[in-house]
């Protein structure tokens, strides 16, 4: 294979249908890749430091340095903030060297989003899985033959860097398409089923701003769980239900019984404890707007929400209601494919000094 000196990866983001928290606990989930993405533009170095660019993310740290040789960090913000907007990039990029089995290099990483990180729409697996995808195609592997090894490396890097995640974001966004989650597989390969829908499935896609972090939220629900172990259970068992359930209504083309369970598995987050008042008021909202259905999407505490519309002209006036809430609306549809290696481009002008 021919070793390009610079790539660009384009990856979707992904948006909850159902189980999400659940599929901490290895409950079955259901997502789906949304036509919104993350551009990752990567190419080798001379030396051996990993330099990290942002646009759209991360504001205050859009340009960090690592020098591998000597675990130095070059930014304009504290150490311990560089560290962790770096964490994603250098965790992949060492993950990918080690499946290589090829040394350690430097790299230039350019990173462009129009999304705010945490918002529940899968930015960081994008960000692990584009990361890993361009490192396989410039160290002369082949992303499209290891697309499933990408996902799972993509997980294995949430895994390291938060401590604690599920598969469904990076294979999600690494595969694309509507995924059922299954952590409990026993197989990589079996991880995340694609399921073909009957119908196309007309969406709506937003979010507000988040209160909170993905960690703090997982915490809280796992205080209820060691507070009424026996109740939780059965709360995830039925969320688990909720998700094979939503499948089989993909399948069928059963977008009212899609819109039902996915109203139904919001209020089960409302019982969580993790739905707040104004994703209350904006999914109440798009019910009254004609939604067949609608919920939070993802850790919760504002951040992503999504909607199911009886037709693609209804998810337009359902996206009106949203925007006029306050609310900002970013996909009315599904990306049926996952990540693309787009070959090459000119190198964005640098912004610093960290060159």
């Known amino acids: 294979m021919r070793v390009l000196s610079r790539v660009v990866v384009k990856v979707p983001t992904k948006i909850t249908i159902a189980g999400e928290h659940a599929v901490v606990y290895g409950v079955p989930a259901v997502a789906a890749a949304i036509p919104r993405f993350i551009l990752i533009t990567m190419s080798l170095r001379s030396d051996n430091r990993i330099v990290v660019e942002t646009q759209g993310l991360y504001a205050r740290l859009s340009r960090v340095a690592l020098d591998r040789s000597s675990d130095s960090v070059e930014s304009l913000a ?3 903030d560089a560290r ?4 994603y990039v250098t965790t992949a990029l060492r993950l990918c060297e080690e499946f290589l089995g090829v040394g350690e290099r430097g790299y230039d990483v350019y990173i462009e989003s129009d999304l705010p990180a945490s918002i529940g729409l899968g930015t960081s697996a994008a960000i692990s899985v584009g990361t890993i995808a361009g490192c396989l195609k410039l160290r002369g592997g082949d992303p499209e033959e290891y697309r499933v090894r990408v996902a799972e490396l993509g997980w294995r890097t949430e ?5 604690a995640a599920s598969p469904m974001d990076t294979f999600t966004t690494a595969l694309g398409g509507i995924r059922y989650i299954d952590p409990g597989a026993g197989s990589v390969d079996r991880i995340a089923t694609w399921i073909a829908p009957a119908k196309p499935i007309p969406l709506v896609v937003g979010y507000t701003p988040r209160r909170g972090t993905t960690a703090e ?5 796992r205080r209820l769980r060691s507070s009424a172990p026996q109740l939780f259970d059965r709360v995830m068992e039925v969320i688990g239900d909720i ?4 499948r089989r209504a993909i399948e069928v083309g059963d977008l009212e019984l ?5 109203t139904v598995n919001h209020g089960l987050l409302e019982a969580l404890g993790v739905v707040d008042r104004e994703h209350s008021l904006i999914i109440h909202s798009l019910l009254e707007a004609g939604a067949l ?9 504002g951040g992503a929400f999504l909607a199911i519309a009886p037709s693609a002209d209804k998810a337009g006036e359902i996206a009106i209601v949203a925007k ?14 996952g990540f693309s290696v787009e070959g090459q481009r000119p190198r964005p002008r640098p912004r610093s000094s960290l060159s």
């Open 78 to 80: 504290s150490e311990d």
């Open 293 to 301: 259905g609608a919920k939070t999407s993802g850790a919760g505490s």
């Open 243 to 246: 998700a094979n359930a939503i």
């Open 159 to 163: 895994l390291e860097v938060q401590g």
């Open 324 to 337: 006029g809430l306050g609310a900002t609306v970013v996909a009315t549809g599904i990306y049926p494919r």
């Open 258 to 262: 899609l819109g039902r369970l996915v």
């Open 217 to 221: 939220l997982v915490a809280k629900v």
């Open 84 to 87: 962790r907007a770096l964490s």
